[in-house]
C-alpha cells in the first residue's frame, strides 16, 4: 500500500488503478487456503506452485493467489483457473506441473482433476456448472473466491469500501439506519432481532462513549461460516462496521474471535493494520469527520462468551458470566455504556445492503426473512462445505441438490439446525423452507447457520445425550436450572442410552426439560432442552426402542450393540482380524471368523476394512441394527 | 463450567519457575499496560510464552495486577483454554464438535485414550503426549479431524491412530525425563 487515501476520489482512483492492473489477459490461478484445503495439503500445493510459475517462466502470464473457502471443501483442496472457469478438485503436489504443463500452457483440461457429477457420471468442466454451486446464490461467499485475503489491494480492486465512501459521502446517520431497516436485515447470529432497529435503538443513547462489537466467538461446533468469512473477506466486516460506527456514533470498536481459529485472528488483525495504514481506520477515514478504531480480541474457550452479556464481560477481562437483561447492551453495555453487538455475517451484509440499496436486498429471501444466509452444511452428506442460499430456501433444497444427499447409500434420518440449543427435525419435514419463522414454529431455531445432516446410523439419543453433555460443560453455573437441569437430563439420557433407562424417564425429561427453558436467564439455558425436547417430539420411537426393547437401531449406543460377523459372507481373509485394536476376532485363515463380545470394544475397525461387508451391528434381540 | 485440563495435577513435584519465566511475565504484562482488563490476553500471552500457566507465575500476576489470587484462579479455570500443567511434547486435539461427533469422533477419541493410557485433558507420565479435546475447529466439513502438533488431519478412524502416533513415537529418546 501506498500510504493513506484521503479522500472518497482518491479512494476511487485507487481502486480504478488497481482493476486496470489485475485486469488483462493474465490467468488465475486460484487455490482454495481454507480450513479444508488447508486440512488436506494446500500449502504445499501452494508451495508447489510459486515454485514451478517461476521456474517455467510464467511469471508474466500467471496470476496465482491463495484465498478462503470457496465454499466446496468436500472436495479439498481445490483450484479454480480463470478467466476460462475451470475447477480442479483434489489437487495434489504432484499434479501442480501437470496443471502448468498443460492446461495453462497447453490449454488442455486435465479430466482426471475435475468433479464427476454423480447424477450424470460426467466430469464437469466449469466451476459454475456443479451441481454444489449452481443451485446457490451466492453473494457474501462470492468474493472469497476473488481475494487475497492477505491483500487490501484486492479487496479495494473489487470495489471495496465503496459503501462506507457512500456513507462518508452522501449519507445521515439517519440515512444508513433507514437503509438497514427497510432492508430487512435481521441479525445472524441466533436470534435474528433486527439489525436496523438495534441500531436505531443505539443511536438514539444519550450516553458516551458507544461501542460496537463484532462477535466472531462462533461457539456452534459444527459451523464455521464465520470462520470462512473472517479468514475469507476480513476487509467487508471491517467496512460493515465502519459503517456501523458511522450510523451509531461510536468511535471505538471490537472484533471478538475465538481463540481456537489463530488464522482467523492473525487475518483480521492484519486486515485491521492494513486499513489503519490506508487512512480507512483511525482518525479522520478518508479525509472526512469521522473517526473510528478496531481492537480484535480473543476469546479463551467458553461457548457462552458468545451470549452479548457474557461477550461483554470477556471484553472487560473478566470471567464470561451473562447478566440479566434488560439493560440490553445498546442501552449498557461494555463499560456500562451503549454497546451495539452484531454477528461477523450480519456485519458483512451492510456494505452490500449500502451498496446495492435497501430494495436489493429486501427484494431476495422470504417474507419475514431477507436476504441471503451462509450455512455450514455438514456430517452424513456427500457436498460437505459453505453454502449460501437465499432464506427460504428448502431443506431438500440443501440438502439434495446442492449438497447431493446422504452418501454410501445410507438414508436421510434428520437435520439439525441452530447449534447445541436448536434441534433436529425429521425427514418430513424436508420441505420446509428454512427462515427464522418456519424454524421456530418446528420447534427448532435458526442459529448461525449450522446445517448436521444425520442419517439412519445417527442415533437421536445419543445426538440428543451430546448436546446435552456438551451445554451440562458449557454452563456457566449461575442459574440452578441451567447448571443442575443439563446435568439430570444428561443423566437421564445416559441411563437410556446404556439401556438401564425406563419409560418413566421419557415423561421427567420432558418436564425437566420445560422447566429448564422457562427458569434460565440466558439464551444458552433457555434453549438448553431443546435438543431433548425436539428430539423426543419427533423421534420417541427410538428413544421408547432403546428403553422397552434394548435397541440401538443406529448402531451407536456401545452398550446396547454387538459387532457380528456374518458366517456365509466371511471369506476368511484375516483384514477385520489384522485391525481390530484389541484382538476379539479369532478365525484360521480361510475360515469363518467370530468376535468375542465380551472382548470387542466396538471400535468400528472391522466393518471399515471387511472386503465382503461381512460384518454387521445388532442390536435389541439380535436384529441388524 | 466449563474446564478442560485445568485441575493441577496432585501428583506433580513441586512446580519449579525461573527468574526468567517471572520476566517473561512481567514483559507480557509491561506490553497491556497492566490493565486488569486486558487480563485475558495477558494469560494468553503468557501461556503461549511459557506452554502453561504454573501456580507461582499466577500467583505474581494477581500481585501485579492486585487482584485477589482466587478471582484469577476464577478466571483461569472458568475458560477452556487455560491450561495449569506443563504441556506434553507432542499435542494430538480430537475434535468432539457435532460434526465430527456424528461421524464417529466418540471411537476416535476412545481409542487415542485406550492407546496412550490415558483420558482425554491430560498427559502421559513421560510428558511425551498430550491428549486434548476441542469443540470444532471450523474443519468440520472433513471430519472427524484431529490435530496433531498444529497439524490438521481429516477424516481420522481408529484404524489411521497407530500411524499417527508411531510418528510421534521417535523422538521419544530425546526426551528430557
Ligand atoms: C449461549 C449463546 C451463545 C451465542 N453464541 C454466539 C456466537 O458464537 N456468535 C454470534 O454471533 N452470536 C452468538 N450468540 C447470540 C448473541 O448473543 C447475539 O445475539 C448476537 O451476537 C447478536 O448479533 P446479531 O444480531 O447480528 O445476530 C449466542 C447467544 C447465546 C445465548
Ligand atoms: S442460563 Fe446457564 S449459561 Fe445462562 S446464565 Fe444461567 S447458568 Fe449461565
Ligand atoms: S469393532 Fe473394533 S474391537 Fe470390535 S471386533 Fe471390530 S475391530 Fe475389534
Ligand atoms: S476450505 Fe477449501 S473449499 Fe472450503
Ligand atoms: S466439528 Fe470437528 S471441526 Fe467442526
Known sequence: MTGKIRSVSELHEFQASLKEELQGDRTVITLCAGPGCAASGADNVAKAFRKHIEEMGLTDQVTFKCTGCHGFCALAPVVAIDPAGYCYEGVKQADVKDILERTIIGGEVIEKLLYVDPETGEPVLYEKDIPFYKHQDRILLAENRQIDPDRLEDFLAIDGYSALAKVLDEMSSEDVIQAILDSGLRGRGGAGFPTGLKWQIAHQQTAEPKYIVCNADEGDPGAFMDRGIIEGNPHRVIEGMCIGARAIGANQGFVYVRYEYPIAVQRINQAVDQAREAGLLGENILGSDFSFDLKVVMGAGAFVCGEETALIASLEGKKGEPVQRPPFPVESGYRGKPTVINNVESWTCVPHVIGKGAEWFSSIGSEGSKGTKIFSLVGKVKNTGLVEVPMGTTIRKIVYDIGGGVPNGKSFKAIQTGGPAGGCLPEDLIDLPIDFEALTKAGTIMGSGGLIVMDESTCMVDVARYFTRFLEEESCGKCYSCRKGTQRMRELLDDICEGKGTLDHLDLLEELGETVNNASMCGLGQNAANPVLSTLRYFRHEYEAHITEHRCSAGVCAALIRYFIQEELCDGCHACSKVCPVEAISGEKDLEHEIDPDVCITCGSCIEVCPTDAIIIVSGSGEEA | ?177
Do not use: W
Open chain 2, 1 to 177: 463450567m466449563p474446564s478442560s485440563s485445568t485441575a493441577p495435577d496432585s501428583m506433580e513435584p513441586e512446580v519449579v519457575v525461573t527468574e526468567e519465566d517471572l520476566a517473561t511475565t512481567d514483559e507480557i504484562l509491561k506490553q497491556h499496560q497492566y490493565d486488569r482488563s486486558e487480563m485475558i490476553a495477558i494469560l494468553l500471552g503468557v501461556q503461549d510464552a511459557l506452554g502453561y500457566l504454573p501456580v507461582p507465575v499466577l500467583k505474581h500476576l494477581a500481585e501485579r495486577l492486585e487482584v485477589s489470587p482466587i478471582s484469577l484462579f476464577g478466571i483461569v479455570t472458568f475458560y477452556t483454554s487455560f491450561r495449569l500443567n506443563p504441556p506434553g511434547r507432542h499435542k494430538c486435539t480430537v475434535c468432539m464438535g457435532t460434526a465430527c461427533h456424528v461421524r464417529g469422533a466418540v471411537n476416535v477419541l476412545k481409542e487415542f485414550e485406550r492407546r496412550l493410557d490415558i483420558s482425554a485433558g491430560s498427559t502421559t507420565p513421560d510428558r511425551h503426549f498430550q491428549l486434548e479435546t476441542v469443540n470444532c475447529v471450523g474443519a468440520c466439513a472433513i471430519g472427524p479431524l484431529v490435530i496433531v502438533d498444529d497439524e490438521y488431519h481429516g477424516n481420522i478412524t481408529p484404524i489411521k491412530i497407530p500411524r499417527l502416533l508411531r510418528r510421534l513415537e521417535r523422538d521419544k529418546a530425546e526426551d528430557v525425563t
